[in-house]
């Protein structure tokens, strides 16, 4: 079956300017997480949506991430004024239920690769 | 604040050989992730580990948990090449510990190259 896909795959951006990364979790799947990959590092938590309801956005740097999950399903993370720190790849995660309540585990998607200029 | 630790960040081994990778976390846990990325690539579920003396074996590799000591192993037997790639232990913290146990910390990761 279909796995997480995301979009983007690759993206450039020049410092200051914004970009929106898409992920299309599992269907069905009620969690998704965003993370964030520097390079040579594990991934790191950013966010977390249960359904269309972000229950934990702990993670997110600053204020110029931004991230939604209007119907349930489809998210994107936005980045405002870019700088080169953001670069990393940007990972999404999603699983089948309630993961507070469950030992779901997490099925990724390929990433994107975000490069600040 | 859970934090993970995993041992040896590289390792460089030759087929045929065994050897472990492991991973320490900080404070109690209620299930313990390896996943393998491939360069390039997502990562792919290996194992989940949710209780004290799990163990789990998929082809050549072995994972086990023991809770009291907060160590999992990922033991590699009779390496071969095509297990080269990048393991990554996670922990959960427990759903009764206060944290959000929803949010998996990563370790940094074991580059693994098998050689001829």
């Known amino acids: 079956g279909a796995g997480v896909s995301q979009s983007p795959r690759y993206k450039v951006a020049k410092r200051g300017q914004d970009v929106a990364l898409r992920c299309d979790p599992i269907s069905g799947h009620v969690s998704l997480f965003w993370y964030q990959q520097a390079l040579g590092q594990g991934p790191e938590f950013l966010t977390y949506?249960?359904?269309?309801?972000?229950?934990?956005k702990s993670g997110l740097p600053s204020d110029r991430f931004f991230a939604e999950r209007p119907e349930g399903s489809v998210s994107t993370l936005k980045i405002q004024r870019t700088q080169q720190e953001d670069s990393a790849v940007y990972l999404c995660?999603?699983?089948?239920?309630?993961?507070?309540?469950?030992?779901?585990?997490?099925?990724f998607g390929p990433g994107t690769r975000l490069l600040v200029l | 604040e859970l934090k993970v630790e995993q041992n040896p960040l590289f390792l460089s081994m030759q087929e045929g050989k065994n050897y472990t990778i492991y991973c320490n976390y900080s404070t109690t846990s209620d299930r313990l992730y390896w996943y393998r990325q491939d360069p390039g690539k997502s990562l792919e579920s290996l194992f989940v580990l949710l209780s004290n003396g799990a163990v789990k074996q998929e082809g050549r590799l072995m994972a086990s948990l023991d809770t009291k000591a907060r160590l999992s192993t990922l033991h590699i037997t009779a390496a071969v090449h095509d297990l080269s790639a990048t393991y990554f232990c996670?922990?959960?913290?427990?759903?009764?510990?206060?944290?959000?146990?929803?949010?998996?910390?990563f370790g940094k990761g074991t580059l693994l190259t098998v050689n001829p």
């Open positions: 949506f249960q359904n269309e309801a972000q229950l934990d």
């Open positions: 995660a999603s699983s089948k239920s309630r993961t507070g309540y469950s030992q779901e585990t997490q099925y």
């Open positions: 996670a922990a959960a913290p427990r759903w009764n510990s206060g944290g959000s146990n929803y949010k998996l910390t």
